[in-house]
């Protein structure tokens, strides 16, 4: 089995702080999704990395893919309240596609105003 | 352009009756996948879907729990003689076709099962 594991689990920080949250497993990912699930909703995708070493860039938000791709980082620069939220990374297991996704853990954000 | 619609939001059923979830996919999707998520934790994947087959149900229980996605109408997620533990809250998500490929799933808002 494929375990991604996220760390820190929760987080909580005033608001204008940077942050980083980490995604990792023992095991290579074909890619790695990373998504934001509100309280009440379902989890919303925020981008797909797929080439190792890949940096992605979402306004304040960064992603990177490691260069063995087996973890991922998302960095939040000047955090907002609206940050808030649970952060999941997740991917195809090997052999699979998207048809099939282990997700991460959690990482649970909470900014401050 | 409507997103994935699952109902009910909110189910309440006692020990040992059933529950049936139902998932609409995003228009022009035929790829179902449903997902537990028990409180404070990630999504388990049970089940992938297209119109009239089970492509992967290697997640779901193998008793009291099935899964269907007819020609017609929603995808249905069915759990029989429900227990306490079934307690979660249960998404869908929807795809293009996406069998090895790297098409995004869009997921529905959730159904939150409670059992008493």
């Known amino acids: 089995t494929q375990l991604l594991e996220q760390s820190p689990q929760f987080l909580s920080i005033q608001e204008g702080e940077n942050l980083t949250v980490y995604c990792n497993s023992s095991s290579v990912f074909s890619s790695l999704q990373w998504y934001r699930q509100e309280p009440g909703e379902g989890p919303v995708l925020l981008v797909t990395?797929?080439?190792?070493?890949e940096v992605k860039k979402l306004k304040r938000l960064t992603f990177q893919f490691g260069d063995a791709r087996k973890d991922s980082s998302l960095h939040i620069t000047a955090a907002q309240p609206g940050d808030t939220g649970l952060y999941l990374c997740?991917?195809?297991?090997?052999?699979?596609?998207?048809?099939?996704?282990?997700f991460g853990t959690g990482t649970r954000l909470t900014i401050i105003p | 352009n409507a997103g994935v619609m699952q109902n009910p939001r909110h189910l309440v059923r006692r020990r040992g009756q059933e529950a049936r979830l139902r998932c609409s996919p995003m228009?022009?999707?035929?790829?179902v996948y449903w997902y537990r998520q028990l409180p404070e934790e990630g999504l388990k994947f049970m089940v992938y879907l297209q119109k009239e087959n089970i492509i992967d149900e290697s997640g779901m229980p193998k008793e009291r729990f099935s899964a269907e996605f007819p020609k017609e109408g929603p995808s249905i997620l069915r759990i029989q003689q429900v227990v306490r533990g079934d307690s979660a809250a249960y998404f869908c998500?929807?795809?293009?076709?996406?069998?090895?490929?790297?098409?995004?799933?869009?997921f529905g808002d959730g159904t939150r099962l409670s059992i008493l």
């Open positions: 998500a929807s795809s293009l076709s996406n069998r090895g490929g790297n098409q995004p799933q869009h």
């Open positions: 990395v797929v080439t190792g070493g």
């Open positions: 997740a991917g195809p297991p090997r052999g699979f596609g998207n048809e099939k996704l282990t």
């Open positions: 228009k022009g999707h035929s790829h």
